[in-house]
């Protein structure tokens, strides 16, 4: 009964699955670390950092931490570059209330916005940084192009997001493990449905070349994708044309 919920999860609305992902989040603010823990073997931690292997910001730059969750990747941004500005950018309350009380020793702003509806003026950022959210807004293709308007010309846009695994033996066990996630989330989370959806979201979610397109129209250049653990996540990374 749970799988069936989810399984028409790409043909749905935008408005529909809008909805079920603030449910899904209001579910799991207290759970999230330990959710990113289950999906992804605890490796999430590690990939996170490699996201600023790829940016080399000036004093003067500022950072969103797009769809921030919890705080991960802000509470990174501020230990690396202590002197930039990070505004942290979330569509649920409750997530960014957690990140508050995680963060509260941080210099960092928070703005609850839906990434399809910025509320920031044309240009305004260097550098956006977006881990395992994209393939939860309602509309990818509008959160893209709406990146790509607010970031100042030449400036930086790294997402990391779950992936097509490109090795056999590695997408058989994923699969595998796939099918018991739903229970492991009802054991640690007290939450089985709210982590069905995260895996049925993983496995609707565009691939690798898929992705890239979809940053070519959305406006972005200099398009580069690096795969983490055979493809299981990859880190694409666009710069807004100049």
Request: include cysteine; charge should be positive; hydrophobic fraction near 40%.
């Amino acid at each position: 009964m749970i799988k069936n919920k989810f399984k028409n999860l790409k043909s749905i609305s935008s408005n529909t699955k809008g909805r079920l992902v603030k449910k899904v989040f209001n579910d799991v603010s207290k759970n999230y670390d330990k959710m990113n823990d289950i999906l992804s073997f605890g490796l999430h931690r590690v990939w996170k950092k490699l996201i600023f292997d790829f940016i080399k910001p000036h004093e003067n730059e500022n950072f969103m931490d797009l769809a921030g969750g919890s705080g991960d990747i802000s509470k990174m941004i501020k230990l690396k570059f202590p002197k930039n500005k990070c505004i942290l950018v979330d569509s649920n309350v409750k997530m960014i209330n957690e990140a508050k009380i995680k963060l509260k020793e941080y210099d960092i702003d928070y703005v609850c916005a839906e990434a399809e509806f910025l509320p920031f003026k044309q240009d305004n950022f260097n550098n956006i940084l977006l881990a395992f959210g994209l393939r939860n807004f309602s509309c990818i293709d509008k959160s893209l192009k709406e990146i790509n308007r607010v970031l100042k010309k030449r400036g930086r846009f790294v997402c990391l997001e779950f992936s097509e695994i490109n090795r056999r033996s590695l997408k058989k066990i994923f699969n595998l493990y796939s099918s018991i996630v739903p229970s492991l989330g009802l054991v640690f989370a007290k939450n089985m449905s709210a982590y069905s959806y995260l895996i049925e979201s993983i496995k609707i979610f565009p691939n690798q070349m898929e992705l890239t397109k979809k940053l070519k129209d959305a406006g972005f250049k200099n398009i580069d994708c690096y795969d983490l653990f055979d493809g299981l996540a990859s880190i694409h990374i666009g710069e807004k044309k100049g």
